[in-house]
């Protein structure tokens, strides 16, 4: 039996916030007759705190898992959190030479120093490896820190580590077809590669919307347009609150946003609401899966809000929106991602950060209850063929399969 190490520094283990990934991929790979060990951190991204390893080992999973020791950090962007990776990066190293007795690595980039130090160790054992591309590093930080000179000084160390590890790939997995191809722009490499969505398990996410819609209340007359996510630096949920004060001007007081998730800039975009006395503006605050579901079904539109200079492609919660079955106002500025929302017609695009367009968009689907539908069927309808994980992952399988039998 072919053996793979499926390395990854953020997944959600037991009743922990995060996402699922590589926790299914782990299991989808076991399903078809591999041995896999799932490698991750002690650390726990989203919660920023060390892990109950015992307790999490309390629970049986079809595949192995193996812990490597991360000191952690507090911002999602900080020297601690360079020093973290770095830390890791080390360990794995450690682990890998101790351990590793493997047929193929998959390993998630970011973190780039972690996925060199197992690219490095494919590579000195002679094994395939394959890069889960789920975000690029430097230029989403980039969004944070963005000074002439000094950026790409502080950036280096990462760019050259991404390069590295793109040297070494024997296949490619990209979230979007924009990542996908990110590690070949310099490399002349030819190699097998594929797009899979992050995606998510439909029959789960419906499962959710069946167990929570009973105790979630909306009133008859009540319009709801729904963002689910981070509240952070990359997703304009500014202009989602100055848009609820627009719409309070124009008298849509039954139009109602709502925001789900949690993330740095929650507090001082709450109280932004507060001054501007956004009344059918709610933060739900961070919820189980199932139950964000459940909110997602019930409402009328959903918005992928991005700010202009971010540098996201197609994301974790795209699957989740579409499996909604409602109408997508979208404004991430991803070429390709644009360009689907078309070509796909399950919603709109708009320029970001601009609360008088996102109203209009609003309004316009507001008052046109056939387009809305005709929109909701087609993203159902994208959901389940191209992010539903059990048939869309099998593409991965695929691709392990052709280079371990090589």
């Known amino acids: ?57 309390k629970t049986k999973y079809k595949f192995h898992l193996k812990f490597i020791y991360e000191p952690g950090y507090k911002k999602n962007i900080d020297l601690k959190r360079v020093y973290s990776h770095r830390v890791a990066a080390k360990n794995l190293t450690a682990l890998l030479e101790k351990e ?47 000074i002439p ?48 969505y992050v995606g998510n398990e439909i029959k789960e996410f419906d499962a959710g919307v069946e167990k929570y819609s009973p105790e ?6 009540e319009f709801w347009v729904t963002y689910a996510g981070t509240i952070g630096t990359s997703y304009d949920i500014r202009t989602l609150v100055l848009t609820g004060e627009e719409l309070i001007r124009r008298r849509r007081l039954n139009i109602k946003i709502k925001i789900l998730g949690g993330g740095p800039l929650k507090e001082e975009l709450e109280q932004l609401a507060k001054e501007h006395h956004c009344k059918n503006v709610e933060f739900v605050g961070y919820m189980p899966y199932e139950k964000m579901a459940a ?43 644009r360009k689907k929302v078309e070509t796909d017609g399950f919603g709109v695009n708009i320029m970001p950060e601009d609360e008088e367009i996102l109203a209009d968009a609003i309004e316009k689907l507001y008052e046109n209850e056939d387009v809305r539908e005709e929109m909701g069927k087609q993203a159902r309808k994208i959901a389940e063929e191209q992010f539903d994980r059990p048939e869309s992952y099998k593409k991965i399988v695929e691709l392990i399969r052709e280079l371990t039998e090589k």
């Open 1 to 57: 039996m072919k053996k793979i190490a499926v390395i990854t520094m953020g997944v959600k283990l037991n009743n922990e916030k995060g996402y699922t990934r590589f926790k299914f991929l782990s299991e989808f790979l076991v399903d078809a007759g591999y041995e896999v060990d799932l490698i991750t951190t002690t650390f726990q991204h989203w919660e920023k705190a060390q892990r109950n390893i015992s307790e999490i080992q």
């Open 100 to 146: 590793g007795d493997y047929d193929l690595i998959y390993c998630e980039i970011p973190p780039n120093d972690v996925a060199l130090a197992a690219a490095s160790y494919a590579k000195k054992k002679g094994i395939p490896f394959v890069p889960d591309v789920n975000d690029l590093w430097p230029e989403a930080m980039r969004m944070v820190l963005d």
């Open 149 to 196: 000179v000094v950026s790409s000084m502080i950036f280096h160390p990462l760019q050259r580590d991404a390069e590295k590890v793109y040297s070494l790939v024997s296949g490619i997995v990209g979230t979007s077809d924009e990542y996908r191809d990110r590690p070949l722009k310099n490399q002349k490499l030819d190699v097998p590669k594929v797009t899979v």
């Open 216 to 221: 979630i209340e909306k009133e008859e007359d």
């Open 295 to 337: 909110y997602l079904a019930k409402s009328d539109i959903v918005v992928n809000s991005f700010v202009k200079k971010a540098p996201q492609s197609i994301v974790t919660k795209i699957g989740d929106y579409l499996a909604s079955g409602h109408p997508m106002i979208n404004t991430c500025m991803s070429p390709e991602f």
